[in-house]
């Protein structure tokens, strides 16, 4: 999201109480739209298919179907998607604009093929009681998403923020209108529906990145050569992706917590709503994490590493440290206090909000651990949000190392405690890896000074 700042400062200029609003709901809307029109995308789509897609069945396994092809997406390319954005900042800097666009294309040509195959090997071994058409649906919905994906983190790279959320608006739109044209044809019709307004909009994605970069060279792997995407990016991305969704991996294919769905495919009543629902809750948090380390963060990063590179005064050099060190400090306590105030007034209104859309009391529990859990998250993101700055992929690997075998173990011990401690696994692992990447981030800046100086030499 670097970049991202320069706008929200002129927003913050103002020095009004409008123009402050202003800046923490546009950063609100660009770093949770993507997330919060897909959950929308979906309950809005299995609402709108109640009383015409029947049995009401066969919405549960349209949902189902696209959350997995989600999750496999995000996992399949989160390794691709740091370590292409990486390459493509490091060829920028060299001025190779040109090498962009054919590697662009080499990178979809490769995460298509191998996430085609994947996904073709999955809808013929693993679906074969389901018709033709939903396999072949299947199997091009991997590879799509995946694009999507790598085409959304390359064109944050480009400061194309408000055209993402456009983006994201109008393709889930699409693919609400497109699902609810085809609902007579059923779960095909409905899994149809979600996949081509996710193609229109990757589409329009990719005319966004050509008009950008304009292909003059034939299609490139270049970036795919030895030593030119790091490992330790490939590797912290599929397990930040790993990690965050463990648990509910572990729900879905405990049999005790979850029931089958649609061939191998298994969701978990009691426990899938909650967590989604708590992912709204951190859209305050959010913003406040993009507001401060976009702006102030990035502000004395930058003049501090342009002091070392001109050769500053070693005075001014300390004093840029220790003010990105207390703005990382301000930045966290900003960040858990929007979201203890969010999360007492989720406490307060939760049992009416509940009634009021029609939601069991009995997930009330779940969705307070869910909520304070997701919190925890948007803390971690800031940690490691520092470390991509500072360019420390090891602590990266490290953190998302820990966090995958947490939240893997704790949540399966949090099975055999009993449906009271259902979520405290993914709440105490996000917990435990965030003040480890605190005391990280502590030790780090300790050393910063050192450590820059010995890498200038």
Known sequence: ????????????????????????????????????????????????????????????????????????????????????????ADTLFAKQREAVAPAFLGVLLVSTAVAGAIGWLVALLLFPRESNFFRVLLAGGLPLLCNIWIATVFLSGLKQYRAIVALYAGGYGLSVLLAFMLRPWKLEGLLAGFLGGQFLMWTAMMWLVLRNFPPTRPISLVCFGKGRMFPTLLLGGTLYNLGVWADKLVFWFTPQTSSAVIGPLRASTIYDLPVFLA???????????????????????DKFYTAVRAGGALQDIAGFHDRMQDTVREGIYQIIKVQAITLLALYTFVGPLFHAIGISDLYIPLF??????????????????????????????????????????????????GAEYFGYGFAVALLVTLLAGLLLVQRLFRRLEYQTFMLQG
Not at 289 to 295: G, N, P
Not at 397 to 417: C, E, Y
């Open 1 to 88: 999201m670097a970049g991202i700042g320069f706008e929200l400062r002129k927003l913050l200029r103002s020095e009004s109480y409008l123009g402050l609003l202003r800046a923490y709901t546009y950063a609100s809307i660009i770093s949770s739209g993507p997330w919060v029109f897909s959950i929308l995308g979906l309950i809005i789509t299995g609402i709108l298919s109640l009383g015409v897609v029947l049995p009401n069945a066969l919405i549960t396994q349209f949902q189902v179907t696209v959350t997995y092809l989600i999750m496999s997406s995000l996992v399949l390319s989160g390794g691709l998607q740091l370590g292409f954005t990486r390459w493509v």
């Open 368 to 417: 307070l651990v869910q909520a304070v859990a997701a919190s925890f998250q948007v803390l971690l993101l800031a940690v490691l949000n520092v470390f991509f700055y500072l360019d420390r992929r090891r602590e990266v690997v490290l953190i998302t190392a820990l966090l995958t075998v947490l939240n893997l173990a704790l949540s399966v011990l949090s099975i055999h405690l």
């Open 279 to 301: 992912y709204l809750c951190v859209i305050p948090g959010m913003g406040v994490f993009l507001v401060k380390f976009e702006t102030d963060f990035v502000e004395w990063y």
